[in-house]
């Protein structure tokens, strides 16, 4: 009888661990869809680190070496005011003047007072943007050399940019995920349930835009992470 009992037990055993098995794999497998999905947001201000800033001057008039000569010394004298207040040589690049012969348009009017209309390009690029900021303010005193900015020009507009996004990007994927992860709790907690491990995660693109019209120096950069986590009872 002995003999007989101890494989039946066996048998009986393997049937029941087999039956927990199996439950545990059909229960695996109908929470495989119970899933949530969730955004975390984190935003960061910051300061600018490079600026472009184009100064622009026009000369008008029917000799067009003499606007020449007073293009290039309008130009070293640009030169002279940037380098003396802590822009360097290196910093500083002029663009080829931009001729326009009014009495070669085509289709222009042939009522104007001047032929030549000459614009030319100073342009400083440098990471010291707040030297830069000062001296946009204070461009003014130009004025009493007799040279006059070009402003408004939508063609030559000042560009701020923020170009270490790498070294704040972990901070903020890390921040993005854990308010995706508080909006899941609290969703769980509302329906009486519990996060468990995160299914998949996208860490969306991270996007760089002037906090407002006013300060361009300041940009706003923002990433939105979209977390999938699995819900458990």
């Not at 087999?18 to 869809?33: S, T």
């Not at 119970?34 to 955004?39: D, G, K, Q």
Request: glycine share 4%; hydrophobic share 40%; proline share 3%.
């Amino acid at each position: 009888m002995i003999n007989r009992a101890v494989p039946a037990l066996l048998i009986a055993l393997g049937i029941f661990f087999l039956g927990i098995f199996i439950k545990a794999g059909i229960d695996n497998f109908a929470n495989r869809d119970r899933v949530i999905a969730v955004r975390g947001l984190a935003e960061k201000e910051v300061m600018a680190n490079k600026v472009t800033w184009p100064i622009v001057c026009k000369e008008v008039g029917n000799d067009l070496p003499a606007i020449y000569d007073k293009i290039t010394k309008t130009n070293d004298a640009l030169t002279r005011f940037l380098t003396s207040n802590g822009i360097s040589q290196d910093e500083i690049s002029i663009n080829p003047p931009e001729i326009i012969d009014l009495q070669a348009e085509r289709y222009g009017s042939r009522d104007f007072a001047y032929r030549y209309n000459v614009t030319s390009v100073v342009v400083v690029t440098s990471k010291n943007v707040e030297k830069v900021n000062e001296l946009i303010k204070r461009q003014t005193e130009l004025l009493k050399q007799g040279i006059a900015i070009t402003a408004g020009d939508y063609n030559y507009q000042t560009l701020y940019e923020y170009t270490d996004l790498n070294s704040i990007k972990p901070e903020m994927i890390a921040e993005a995920t854990h308010n995706a992860r508080e909006a899941a709790n609290k969703f769980a907690a509302d329906s009486h349930s519990n996060i468990g491990k995160i299914k998949t995660a996208n860490q969306g693109q991270f996007s760089i835009e002037n906090r407002d019209p006013y300060t361009p120096y300041i940009k706003n950069v923002r990433v939105v992470s979209t977390i999938v986590f699995y819900i458990e009872d």
